[in-house]
């Protein structure tokens, strides 16, 4: 960074450990730089089809997002979603011939009794629509509390699946979120960065769950589930 000369002068005003706590600082990775996969890495080809393997790792990286708000009342929404992933990887495993991209999954299975991968990425988009929205929605109205970015995710999204029971689960669940800003500082300390990579992923993940929607409204493969 600096020739030997500059270095010896430079240390001469600022002692080393500052300049080694500085850069440090600088560089310290964000929630976006440790997670497995980021959504905007998962491969959809040109007529839409999403790699199964890339995906799923995805998801379970937005499943750790939730530990950073800071509440138990977010455990049944990550057992939720990690028990998704598990059925959809299952089959995967039992098939994976037939399981390369999620639409090959949902498909191999469209005429069998018991579908359980299919109602798993059922499931799990509704979870990812609820999240995305929720985000979303945090990232448009910057003075706006998580409270009400979830709240009014949840109210848009998975409320209308839940019996009384879920929805007063998910209401807690909704309370409990932490403040605005110690959310985002938990992201990462560099805000211009967090927001940069928060921005691609987000938008990455959006793309993903209206494609997937889209294709279960396409063969109405909901439906029974």
């Known amino acids: 960074l600096f020739s030997p000369s500059h270095s010896s002068l430079i240390s001469q005003y600022i002692p080393t450990t500052t300049i080694t706590q ?26 839409n089809k999403i790699s199964t393997t890339e995906f799923l790792e995805a998801s ?24 998704n992933i598990k059925k959809i990887r299952e089959q995967q495993l039992k098939s994976p011939a037939t399981s390369e991209t999620l639409q090959d999954i949902v498909l191999n299975e469209k005429d069998e009794k018991k579908r359980d991968a299919t109602q798993g990425l059922l499931w799990l988009t509704r979870g990812l ?12 109205n910057p003075d706006e509390e998580l409270t009400v970015s979830f709240t009014n995710s949840y109210n848009e999204t998975l409320t209308k699946y839940h019996n009384m029971l879920v929805r007063g689960i998910f209401k807690v669940a909704m309370k409990a979120c932490p403040y605005r800003k110690d959310f985002y500082s938990k992201l990462g300390d560099d805000q211009s ?33």
């Open 22 to 47: 500085t850069l440090t600082k600088t560089m310290a990775p964000t929630f976006f730089d440790g997670i497995k996969k980021d959504f905007k890495d998962v491969p959809v080809s040109a007529d």
């Open 60 to 83: 379970e990286s937005l499943v750790t997002l939730f530990d950073l708000l800071g509440s138990t009342a977010f455990a049944a929404v990550q057992k939720d979603m990690t028990g």
């Open 129 to 140: 629509s609820f999240t995305a929205k929720a985000l979303r929605k945090s990232i448009n």
């Open 193 to 225: 960065v967090v927001l940069a990579q928060l921005e691609a992923w987000l938008a990455a993940l959006e793309k993903i769950v209206e494609i997937i929607e889209a294709f279960f409204e396409s063969g109405n493969y909901s439906k029974g589930l």
